[in-house]
């Protein structure tokens, strides 16, 4: 099992520019999350999946949209890249049925805007 | 919603030490408190985790306790070693929760001195 997986690992954007942040896992998880990780302010979490064609926002969702394309796929799209978002993005799934379980992380994307 | 604290935000021990970090959670419905280890660059990685119906946790030199009255939990490790510096986060995460999600701590970040 590769997990959760992520693409790309390390991206530079110009203000104004679009980009997909890619994810998927091979656990058959449920839920899916998008995380920003900024110096000293934690995870912070940007949209979820609770199951496969729901979406909703999280803490900080504003200039971000998601689509959960499959049961193992979910993406993070900036329309307009800001330098604000200049960040590491993680990945997350969940298995939700059953005694609660852990959330396992993807690699993470190191994205700068300029 | 839930709302996690979590102290101290740094922590520098000498080698063979013991440290805690601990962390408080507002919503008595939160069930599952997972402890993630961050080393720098990498993602965050379970340690260990405890569940509402059990007051201790331990795993070799780490121990988790739990106690669901006062609404805290803690991380303990005993003999630490200089591979245990890394950035620590705790989280909650309530029954209700219809997203599944954690509520993170905004992370203590250990160095174990050699």
């Known amino acids: 099992n590769a997990g959760v997986t992520q693409t790309p690992k390390f991206q530079v954007l110009k203000t104004g520019q679009s980009m997909t942040l890619q994810c998927a896992q091979d656990?058959?998880?449920?839920?899916m999350y998008w995380y920003r990780q900024d110096p000293g302010m934690g995870l912070r979490l940007i949209y979820y999946?609770?199951?496969?064609?729901?979406?909703d926002k999280g803490e900080v969702p504003n200039g971000y949209n998601v689509s959960r394309l499959n049961k193992r796929e979910f993406s993070l799209r900036l329309e307009s890249a800001a330098p604000s978002q200049t960040s590491v993005y993680f990945c997350a799934s969940r298995e939700t049925s059953g005694a609660p379980y852990e959330q396992y992380f993807g690699p993470g994307t190191r994205l700068t805007v300029t | 919603g839930e709302n996690v604290e979590q102290h101290p935000s740094t922590l520098s021990v000498q080698e063979g030490d013991s440290a805690v970090i601990k962390c408080t959670y507002s919503?008595?419905?939160?069930?599952?408190f997972p402890w993630y280890k961050q080393e720098l660059g990498k993602r965050p990685q379970l340690i260990i985790d405890i569940r509402s119906n059990v007051g201790e946790k331990k795993d070799q030199r780490i121990a988790v306790t739990l106690n669901k009255t006062a609404k805290h939990f803690s991380l303990h490790i005993t003999e630490t070693q200089p591979e245990d510096s890394a950035v620590y986060f705790c989280?909650?995460?309530?029954?209700?929760?219809?997203?599944?999600?954690?509520?993170f701590g905004t992370g203590t970040s250990l160095t174990v001195i050699p």
């Open positions: 999946s609770a199951s496969e064609g729901t979406t």
């Open positions: 919503d008595s419905a939160s069930n599952y």
């Open positions: 989280a909650a995460s309530p029954r209700w929760n219809t997203g599944n999600q954690f509520y």
């Open positions: 656990m058959n998880h449920n839920s």
